[in-house]
């Protein structure tokens, strides 16, 4: 079944896009740190390749977790918990999409900030306390994947970590970037397991 390799699939090749884009990027920007900056810096007006960064890095990216919804959508349970899910990862892949379509000013900072500028800084936070909530809703509602525990135990403490991650996404934090990365990796580790797990309960139909 091609949606059992899918589930697999589409999370990781968008991580793997994601950590390419970031890297590559990083190296073409002078004196970028991957610690102190935020990812959207990268894709910034006025950074060095902005808008290939953002359209054929962060778009494509998010396009693949769209995908994965989609995917997920046609073999899970049509549950409340389940389709809440599904909306709140929909909501994260589809605000950091539209961060990329409206870039932040140069290196994210402005005394008079753009109206570009303005949506990138509305639409990221929310994206991001999206896919932290979707852990929590499919981790302790998404049948048949909570009949075994650790599937739950899982989202739930990876939740957990994701929470205390975002809550230090404050620009005047010296390891802010390294914060919105280690962020980024939980999100994408719940993704890839909760993909890998559900591909293993069609497994088991067969």
């Excluded at 990781?12 to 890297?23: N, R």
């Excluded at 977790?65 to 349970?77: A, E, H, R």
């Excluded at 975002?166 to 990365?181: C, D, H, M, T």
């Excluded at 990796?185 to 591909?199: D, E, N, Q, R, T």
């Amino acid at each position: 079944m091609i949606y059992k390799r899918l589930l697999v699939t589409l999370p990781i090749l968008s991580f793997v896009w994601l950590a390419a884009t970031t890297i590559i990027a990083g190296y073409f920007y002078p004196d970028y740190s991957h610690i102190s900056q935020f990812i959207s810096e990268l894709g910034a007006t006025g950074s060095p390749h902005g808008p290939y960064v953002n359209y054929l890095g962060f778009i494509p990216t998010e396009l693949f977790i769209l995908g994965f919804v989609y995917c997920c959508f046609k073999v899970m349970p049509k549950t409340k918990s389940n389709l809440t899910g599904l909306i709140l990862i929909t909501i994260y892949a589809l605000s950091l999409g539209l961060t990329a379509l409206f870039p932040c000013d140069f290196q994210c900072e402005a005394d008079e900030p753009t109206l570009s500028h303005n949506i990138h800084i509305i639409v990221s936070l929310p994206g991001y306390f999206c896919a932290i909530l979707a852990m929590f809703v499919i981790a302790s509602g998404a049948t048949p994947l909570t009949k075994t525990t650790s599937f739950k135990a899982t989202g739930m403490t990876i939740g957990i970590f994701a929470t205390l991650a975002l809550v230090n996404l404050n620009p005047e934090l010296s390891q802010a970037g390294l914060y919105q990365r280690i962020l980024e990796s939980l999100i994408y580790g719940w993704l890839i397991y909760f993909g890998a797990s559900l591909s293993r309960t069609l497994d088991n139909k067969h």
